[in-house]
């Protein structure tokens, strides 16, 4: 908010938990182990704005998590795919439906879980695309694809979706 608009400014934290911040502003917060981030931005340019950091999960938890996290055709693929990639994929799955979750969230105001979008592909030049899997508005409708981003750093890794104006 400093670099922003010159503000020193904390958001407070709404009775749904999420940060509130001006209305003009769109913004996240996020934090794992040691780290901590925030990405603000004009409303004007950038109608919703989503982060997570994740610590990458080891295999075993891994595998345990993928049930609760992926969905049927996640799975499927995760299954068809290296062993080795396990890890990181299911921890990039739950990490970029937080960052959606994070992203949509203020723009519809209703609550979606992780069933409720599925990531269709990704690269390791950090490229994601997403699918929603239910209707969460007139504008947010079962299908609806979005474009996600992420980065793996000293074990963690960085999401973020992003929803132009």
Do not use: C
């Amino acid at each position: 908010m400093q670099q922003l608009e010159g503000l020193d400014f904390s958001p407070a934290i709404g009775e749904d938990r999420a940060p509130v911040w001006p209305a003009h502003i769109s913004g996240s917060i996020t934090h794992s182990t040691g780290r901590a981030a925030a990405i603000v931005a004009k409303k004007a340019h950038w109608r919703g704005l989503g982060m997570d950091l994740e610590n990458i999960l080891n295999p075993e938890r891994a595998e345990r998590l993928a049930g609760e996290i992926l969905t049927a055709p996640e799975l499927k693929r995760m299954a068809a795919g290296r062993r080795e990639q396990l890890a990181i994929l299911v921890t990039l799955t739950f990490s970029v439906k937080e960052s959606l979750f994070k992203a949509l969230y203020p723009i519809v105001q209703q609550r979606f879980y992780f069933e409720h979008a599925e990531v269709l592909e990704w690269n390791e030049a950090g490229e994601v695309k997403l699918r929603l899997l239910t209707d969460l508005s007139s504008e947010w409708r079962n299908g609806a694809e979005l474009q996600a981003q992420f980065a793996v750093m000293d074990g963690q890794l960085l999401s973020l979706v992003s929803i132009q104006a």
